[in-house]
């Protein structure tokens, strides 16, 4: 009787060997796949982090003291305080991370109200411990939230000063130019933040108005824009992203909230090198 059972055995085996094999094979892959996930935590990298290569942040901020902006108003106010705290958290980071402050208004380029430098650092734990590390890198990070702190109060004093002398008449921002030519200089990544409404206000030949004659639509801001360029091509700004950060509220109406003003610093902008330019 055994002799008729071998046969049935060697049957079944022959038969199912195929998805035996198939089972083997995808659990062995299973296993590998697992294998490479596992160690996926120990080779990346956050990069909110900063590291030892991050080039330093050279921030500009223009804050519009001139008539047609006001800060106590509420939205405005709110806006331009959350715009605020979101500046510092993003460029501040590191130590020789840089971060000025100008006025708008008559003289812009005269009007710096604060310069500050980052002095907090990470001290070198390439050869430390991993208790030694984290100990480092809690302290650094402590050191760099006070000094974060310290300078948003500084930055948001600025903010609600007020500007009662004869400068507010005017809105100078072509005279920003050279001074983000000259944060160029500094070799470090340079971002740049209007909190304004971008509405150019200056008497004189060669000058725009926009008080006054503000583009009628955006084919003539690009014209105008364009033609300005080529007398302000002599500022070398290099490609900072900049931010164009607007107080009117979402129901503003086109009177107040001229498209094609913003059109304009898009287009000029653009001409003149830089490199991310958007609109809040």
């Known amino acids: 009787m055994h002799q008729s059972v071998l046969p049935r055995l060697l049957h079944c085996y022959t038969r199912n060997y195929g998805a035996i094999r198939q089972t083997v094979y995808a659990l062995l892959w299973t296993l590998g796949t697992l294998a490479a996930l596992a160690l996926l935590p120990a080779c990346s990298s956050s990069p909110d982090k900063p590291t030892p290569t991050d080039d330093p942040v050279y921030t500009l901020i223009f804050l519009d003291k001139t008539r047609s902006v006001d800060v106590n108003k509420a ?127 200056v008497k004189g030949t060669g000058r725009r108005d926009f008080q006054v004659t503000p583009p009628k639509d955006n084919a003539q801001a690009d014209a105008w824009a364009k033609a300005d360029a080529e007398q302000l091509k002599r500022h070398t700004i290099g490609t900072p992203d900049i931010t164009m950060i607007l107080p009117f509220e979402p129901n503003a109406s086109v009177r107040e909230n001229n498209p094609a003003v913003t059109q304009y610093w898009q287009t000029l902008f653009a001409e003149l090198g830089a490199g991310v330019v958007e609109e809040q």
């Open 75 to 201: 939205f405005v106010g709110q806006k331009y305080q959350e715009a605020v705290n979101e500046i510092i958290e993003q460029n501040i980071r590191q130590k020789g991370d840089k971060l000025d402050v100008y006025f708008i208004h008559e003289n812009t380029s005269k009007a710096r109200a604060l310069n500050v430098t980052v002095r907090s650092e990470m001290e070198d734990v390439s050869a430390a411990s991993q208790t030694d590390r984290e100990a480092a890198e809690t302290e650094f990070n402590l050191l760099l939230t006070r000094e974060k702190a310290q300078i948003r109060q500084r930055v948001l004093q600025q903010l609600v000063a007020q500007n009662t002398g004869s400068s507010n008449r005017e809105t100078d921002i072509w005279a920003s130019l050279p001074v983000i030519a000259k944060a160029n200089e500094s070799g470090a990544t340079v971002k740049v933040y209007y909190l304004s409404d971008m509405i150019e206000s």
